[in-house]
């Protein structure tokens, strides 16, 4: 072997071994955790039996599966679709600059920038039964309070409205960007040629974008996914599962009690890892696509 | 794929896992004890305590008495289960675990704690029913160094105003009355944590035990009075719908707001009570048909976990004897707003303080979680009952349709 493979080799390792230790073995790891029978007792001293496909059956049919399925799958599609169409939107409205723009897209990155427990912390505040500014200010023009995090009807509305405003900023500053990159001579050719406004919007902004569309909505899609910590500070997924995603779920049956599922809560977080890795795959699927 | 790319490939594989060997011998190296009889590591649940605090000071004089340093580390609550769960799967626990009462049986049926037949603790000293959280078939796996309980704290301006004589409140329905003349007087009448976690079942507890319900029957006649009981406070307005995602310190907060008559809540809001701008008073959590509700124990438990060399027990075991010491445990009880587990240190707590006295009596009244022999199984009842409780606060499910769900549940697993 030749000395310049071993240079090659040798500045491969270091990134090798990352993925290694960080993405490959705890991976692996946690498949190996959803296929055995773990009791805590076989979790410190080993010998855990293996169940095959057991704990995924047994979260299936779980009480709780059919309510997190459909909860994770409306979070996810419902804040995807509303991030994206306020960022897209917004987005567009940056882009002619206009005074003090920048000040204002810098105001909206607010979000993005606070840690997650403060702002859920501060939605659930804002959101209290007794005491929020939200049911102050139904009060004031005359409606009645609404239990927002403590009624199964609205306790899923909650996170979601949550879930969109946080994540607003991040659709805004790529699609922002990727505005940026569309040529200005396209639009000044429509122009001349009389496109209206709206038709200049879906005829070049958005098919032009569509790359950087797509990579925003898969990172949000894998992002939205993983949503634990707004969920799990604001309802803890309650009240009586009106809330819980996968994500919470995993948690809880992981973390969540006194006596800790870890079979089981592998199971579900290695379902989310599929959803995500589909998500994936679509997206690497449409990339190879002619694009129009 | 040609026979030199195949060696290539190996070459490749080989060199990386070389280096991962050197990374693992690495860490390993680094794991092991430093010296015979150095360092002790201790973990604890207290990480408001810092570096000078008192209780460290008291750590390193045991250390110092058992000739040996101690290196403690402080987690938030939650997160030490977990730690010493995996600590003990990668044998590396502590020399001694100051943890949550209701995570021994956890802990002992994972094999990561050792009994106090095999260390040779001495836990005769300590108030049986604060011992029984610790025990499993008959095993003891530590002992309690100081317990917490729930009572009913009131507002006492308020109920001044509203006209409530607080000696009339001897059972369910004399509470009820009062707080409805507390709500006619304009104000609000009790806060509470109805969370789903842990911390709900824990202030739901005193309720079911006062009701005669018991943890095996979920489903319980009992079991429904003492859940119809919270939510027809709810219903009627006597209590806010938001105690469902109460914490016990949000519930705090709102009854420090000055809007609120009564809070359940516990033992370590005593420094906190201090900041109030009204004066309060305590009574114990009455039970359905009169006299004091058992209220479930709070508090931590001093323990040895199992380690490869078997000869760190003997300086654990005195660690853990002077820290449960009767001097030692006044200070560190007084420190954590704690009741001592041991009826002497207990009155020299209310001689310095009689306010302490309900609280004493509020302990001494109180049961484990884990007790009667339930061990491992009460999380799966407990996660089934706060559920239960949320089902019905929430309005999704009848109390009785709720309980009886959570029985089936319960039962199931």
């Not at chain 1, 997650?116 to 039964?129: D, E, G, H, R």
């Not at chain 2, 995996?86 to 021994?104: M, R």
């Not at chain 2, 009448?189 to 202030?203: K, L, P």
């Not at chain 2, 587990?341 to 009596?361: E, H, L, R, S, Y």
Request: net charge neutral.
């Amino acid at each position: 072997m030749s000395r310049n493979r071993w240079t090659a080799w040798a500045f491969l390792a270091p990134v090798t071994l990352y993925l290694l230790a960080f993405y490959a073995y705890p991976l692996y790891r946690n498949v190996e955790l959803s296929l055995r029978r773990y009791t805590v007792r076989s979790f410190v001293s080993g010998g855990a039996p293996f169940a095959g496909l057991d704990n995924y059956r047994d979260v299936v049919t779980h009480p709780t599966f059919g309510p997190a399925l459909a909860h994770t799958a409306v979070f996810t599609a419902v804040s995807l679709l509303c991030q994206f169409t306020l960022g897209l939107a917004l987005a567009v409205f940056f882009h002619r600059h206009f005074p003090l723009s920048r000040t204002l897209r810098a105001l909206f990155l607010v979000p993005w920038l606070l840690p997650l427990i403060v702002s859920a912390s501060t939605w659930s505040w804002m959101l209290n039964s007794e005491a929020g500014v939200v049911n102050a200010a139904l009060g004031a023009v005359g409606l009645d309070p609404v239990n927002w995090l403590t009624s199964p009807r609205w306790s899923l509305l909650s996170v979601i409205i949550a879930n969109i405003w946080i994540g607003i900023p991040f659709n805004l500053v790529v699609l922002h960007s990727g505005l940026q990159a569309i040529p200005d001579d396209v639009y000044e050719a429509a122009a001349l040629d009389g496109a209206s406004g709206t038709q200049r919007f879906w005829r070049i902004t958005f098919p032009l974008l569509r790359p950087v569309s797509a990579i925003t909505l898969l990172l949000g899609l894998i992002y939205t996914l993983k949503v634990f910590d707004l969920v799990w500070i604001m309802t803890r997924g309650g009240p009586t599962d009106s809330s819980t995603t996968f994500a919470t779920w995993s948690y809880r049956l992981g973390f969540g009690s006194l006596l800790p599922e870890f079979g089981p809560g592998a199971a579900v977080g290695n379902l989310l890892i599929v959803a995500a890795l589909i998500g994936g795959l679509a997206y690497a699927r449409a990339q190879r696509r002619p694009r129009w | 794929m040609t026979t030199s790319a195949w060696r290539r490939g190996m070459a490749g594989v080989a060199l990386t896992a070389l280096t991962v060997a050197a990374t693992v011998t690495g860490c390993a190296a680094n794991d092991e004890p430093e010296g015979g009889g150095g360092a002790y590591t201790l973990w604890d649940p207290y990480p408001q305590f810092a570096g000078g605090s008192d209780w460290e000071k008291l750590l390193q004089s045991c250390g110092g008495s058992a000739g040996v340093t101690v290196r403690r580390t402080g987690y938030d609550t939650t997160d030490l289960t977990n730690k010493a769960l995996l600590a003990a799967q990668q044998g590396n626990s502590p020399d001694v675990l100051i943890i949550d009462n209701p995570v021994i049986s956890t802990l002992a049926q994972a094999g990561a704690l050792t009994s106090t037949d095999e260390t040779k603790l001495d836990t005769s000293a300590s108030a049986p029913n604060l011992l029984g959280a610790g025990q499993l078939d008959g095993r003891t796996y530590g002992v309690p160094i100081g317990a917490n309980t729930l009572a009913l704290w009131y507002n006492k301006d308020l109920l001044g105003k509203a006209g409530v004589d607080v000696a009339s409140i001897k059972d369910w329905p004399s509470l009820t009355a009062a707080l409805a003349k507390v709500k006619g007087a304009g104000k609000k009448g009790i806060t509470f944590s109805a969370i789903g976690t842990e911390e709900g079942s824990f202030q739901f507890l005193p309720w079911f035990w006062g009701s005669g319900a018991q943890l095996t029957a979920l489903d319980s006649p009992q079991a429904v009075s003492a859940l119809t009981l919270w939510k027809d406070w709810l219903a009627r307005g006597y209590a806010p719908n938001s105690v469902i995602n109460n914490t016990q310190t949000t519930s705090w907060q709102e009854f420090a707001g000055g809007d609120y008559a009564f809070t359940e809540n516990g033992t370590w809001q005593r420094a906190n009570a201090e900041k109030l701008d009204f004066a309060y008073g305590i009574i114990p959590v009455p039970a359905s048909a009169g006299g004091t509700a058992p209220a479930p124990t709070g508090g931590e438990f001093v323990s040895i976990p199992v380690q490869r060399d078997t000869g760190r027990y003997d300086v654990s075991r005195k660690l853990v004897a002077c820290l449960t010491n009767p001097d030692n445990l006044l200070t560190t009880d007084t420190t954590l707003s704690y009741v001592a587990p041991v009826a002497a240190v207990q009155q020299k707590q209310i001689a310095a303080d009689p306010g302490f006295t309900v609280w004493v009596d509020a302990v001494n009244a109180a049961k484990g979680r884990t007790g009667d022999n339930l061990g491992t199984k009460y999380p799966k009842i407990s996660e089934q009952l706060w559920t239960a409780v949320q089902g019905a606060l929430s309005g999704s499910k009848s109390p009785q349709a709720a309980l009886t769900a959570a029985q089936d549940a319960a039962a199931a697993k």
